[in-house]
């Protein structure tokens, strides 16, 4: 079943790399804050690389300036993901969570299999607003498409 505003993020581990590996539970990343969360199937890959990584990049602040904070997960492992961020100079705030056993993205229903393309189980492209762990809005993108979840998109139909 498909994550579906109204429901609560689905408690999990993510993996992310600041001073070393740190492991986060969902829950404690989502309740009690406003927050995007937008998923993307790989770090390095072209319209991740070229769109939709660098939107959050360069609209970082407006959401910052509204109290909302803003994650990335892709379902890769957490030095992809730590790598990717430097390599497209994300801003010290703007977190990249490692999904590396797509555990996340099976428990919000998200899941994608890129298996024609070599990449085996990747999450779909999308993006939620959650306020103190459950889910307000959600851009959900058909396969193969970039409308919906950009933070252009986002920013412009956010709630109140």
């Known amino acids: 079943m498909t994550i579906q505003p109204g429901d609560a993020i689905p408690e999990v581990t993510l993996k992310r790399i600041r001073e070393g590996m740190e492991t986060l539970d969902t829950h404690a990343l989502f309740d009690g804050r406003k927050a995007v969360l937008f998923g993307v199937p790989g770090a390095f890959?072209?319209?991740?690389?070229a769109r939709h990584l660098p939107g959050f990049v360069e609209h970082f602040?407006?959401?910052?300036?509204?109290?909302?904070?803003?994650?990335?997960?892709?379902?890769?492992?957490?030095?992809?993901?730590?790598a990717w961020g430097e390599s497209q100079q994300v801003p010290d705030g703007l977190q990249l969570?490692?999904?590396?056993?797509?555990?996340?993205?099976?428990?919000?229903?998200?899941?994608?299999?890129a298996s024609s393309s070599g990449m085996g189980v990747r999450s779909r492209r999308f993006a939620l607003y959650v306020e103190n762990g459950v889910v307000r809005e959600a851009w959900i993108e058909e396969p193969g498409k970039f409308e919906v979840s950009s933070a252009e998109h986002v920013l412009a139909h956010l709630p109140g």
């Open 45 to 49: 890959t072209p319209t991740c690389s």
């Open 61 to 82: 602040e407006q959401f910052r300036s509204r109290g909302i904070d803003v994650f990335c997960m892709a379902v890769n492992d957490p030095f992809v993901m730590k």
């Open 97 to 113: 969570l490692s999904d590396g056993n797509g555990d996340f993205t099976r428990a919000l229903g998200l899941e994608m299999d």
